[in-house]
């Protein structure tokens, strides 16, 4: 058995270190009262076990009663994973060849990817720091490339790693962001798809292996292989136990039938007049007629002489109900909300986050735009940065992508509307003094045309707003190579003294 203390090692590493192993066995980890376990099959992540009530199938049923039953298992393997994960204290073991009590499909290099783009950059450089100028390779071993869940772009980058260019020229070259591709070649190193050697020749320097335990673990492993049979221990933010398995007719509780089905009518109101049973012009009086109803009915001191589930559902259902009442009990609020439910008058609040809303839809349009762009579907990606531009028309980045890509998509067919684009970039570079990205687009525009200086001074531009713009770099590099060349070329074009005269032979 393998052991070790959380903070050790980010628990993405360690996850992603028994995927690289083709491990089989239970990872248990433990923080406090807190336990978790994962049970790994070749390298994959089949069942989970936690004892903590708000991981549980009955509170999640509560909480997710949209979920279909097969929908709310993956959503509690993957909360659980989810919170292994984030753990950045308490102990680990891992004890080979324990067999999960059953098997699903848990997607944890899905969830660990999403875990790394949420994640700190400086962990990832931390992680990769001192092999920028080392060659990182296909390993044969561990995670296969195409497993992982990258963009088509970062798959083709990591499966032509064959060790004959430096990690910082692959990044250099990335069809990506920077920090995206740098995140890509993380996973791909704490995998095990990938590994490195120290001049490009065999030297490896092996990255991916599940460290040895400095000491063995020293509690007393409690678990049995019952998938149910927990301890249940509260955490701080999670209700008490709402529900078991489903009864059987020897177990059946008719006032937790009774609640379940006054918690589904009103979880499945439209507004906080149905939830009281009030309509909304009712007098003063009327709405609190019907708040004392409600309240007679479901306090919870009425039922604390009811079962541990039925307590709990009472408990959540009037907290909905109290919810309702604190906004109609009070004839400001109750007048805010009928303009707003009933009149459809939007609150600056609501204005504003209406506008959030839409800079939010608005950047996973230009997203998915960015994702076909790297990949050279320009005509694709065009439509992307056109709606989100229509949708935030001031956000300058957004701005400038569509107008390159409305310039490329029309030079060579119509230069007139062509123009169009670049005098969106350089709006956008106006509207924005600090757009590197915009400098970069309107450098690839000068190329384009033939204005060779004028492509040269805007890629420098962009490296003095953001000199860590990767891509600025290397477009300057690419440019400044490219007008050497037609130099060279120009000289040995040249005649010499007696060509001048008789003419070149």
């Given amino acids: 058995m393998q052991a070790g203390q959380v903070a050790d090692q980010p628990m993405v590493e360690l996850l992603c ?36 009530k708000s991981e549980s199938l009955e509170v999640l049923a509560v909480r997710h009663s949209e979920l279909e039953p097969e929908a709310l298992v993956q959503h509690q393997h993957t909360t659980r994973l989810r919170r292994v994960l984030d ?38 450089d931390a992680r990769l720091a001192g092999l920028g100028q080392r060659f990182p390779r296909l390993t044969g071993r561990g995670a296969a490339v195409s497993s992982l869940p990258l963009d088509g772009g970062l798959i083709e980058m990591l499966g032509e790693l064959d060790g004959a260019r430096t990690m910082e020229d692959v990044l250099s070259f990335a069809p990506a962001d ?31 292996a599940m460290a040895e335990p400095e000491a063995e673990f020293l509690f007393e492993d409690e678990f049995d292989d019952d998938p149910n049979d927990f301890d249940d221990v509260p955490d701080e933010d999670a209700p008490a136990e709402a529900l078991r398995d489903e ?11 009774r609640l379940r089905a006054e918690l589904e009518r009103v979880q499945s109101c439209e507004d906080y007049f149905a939830v009281l049973e009030i309509h909304w012009d009712a007098s003063e009086s009327e709405y609190r007629k019907a708040w004392f109803r409600q309240a007679q009915q479901w306090h919870p001191d009425r039922w604390q002489s009811e079962s ?11 907290a909905s109900l109290n919810e309702a009442w604190s906004t109609l009990g009070d004839a400001g609020a109750r007048e805010a909300y009928i303009n707003s439910v009933i009149h459809g008058i939007q609150s600056e ?45 001031e956000e300058s980045e957004f701005q400038a992508y569509y107008g390159f890509t409305f310039f490329k998509t029309h030079w060579g067919r119509d230069n007139d509307r062509a123009q169009e684009g670049v005098t969106l970039i350089k709006a956008a570079i106006d509207n924005h003094v600090k757009l590197d990205a915009g400098w970069v687009l309107l450098g690839k525009v000068f190329r384009e045309v033939g204005k060779q200086k004028a492509c040269v001074n805007a890629f420098k531009r962009a490296l003095e707003m953001n000199p860590g713009n990767a891509e600025a770099e290397r477009e300057l590099k ?12 120009k000289k040995d074009d040249k005649p010499g003294f007696f060509g001048r005269f008789f003419g070149k032979k």
């Fill in 178 to 208: 920077p920090d995206r591709a740098t995140m890509a070649m993380y996973l791909a190193l704490v995998t095990g798809a990938v590994d490195f050697t120290e001049t490009g020749d065999d030297t490896e320097i092996h990255t991916t």
């Fill in 87 to 124: 753990q950045t204290a308490g102990e680990w073991s891992f004890t080979p060849n324990s067999a999960p009590p059953s098997r699903t499909s848990i997607d944890l290099l899905g969830i660990a990817w999403r875990h790394v783009l949420a994640g700190s950059m400086d962990r990832v």
């Fill in 349 to 393: 609040e609501e204005l504003a986050m209406e506008k959030v809303r839409a800079i939010l839809a608005a950047e996973d349009q230009f997203k998915a735009g960015l994702q076909r762009f790297h990949r050279g579907d320009l005509v694709g990606a065009h439509e992307y940065f056109k709606t989100a531009h229509e949708m935030v028309p």
């Fill in 308 to 318: 541990e589930a039925a307590r709990a559902l009472v408990d959540e259902l009037f």
């Fill in 247 to 257: 009864p059987t007719a020897a177990t059946f509780d008719p006032s937790v039938a």
């Fill in 17 to 52: 270190g028994l995927v690289a192993q083709g491990a089989s066995g239970r990872l248990e980890v433990r923080e406090d009262k807190r336990r978790r376990q994962l049970f790994f099959e070749g390298g994959e992540v089949r069942f989970t076990k936690s004892n903590l």
């Fill in 478 to 489: 690419r440019q400044v190579q490219t007008m050497k060349k037609d130099v060279e070329k």
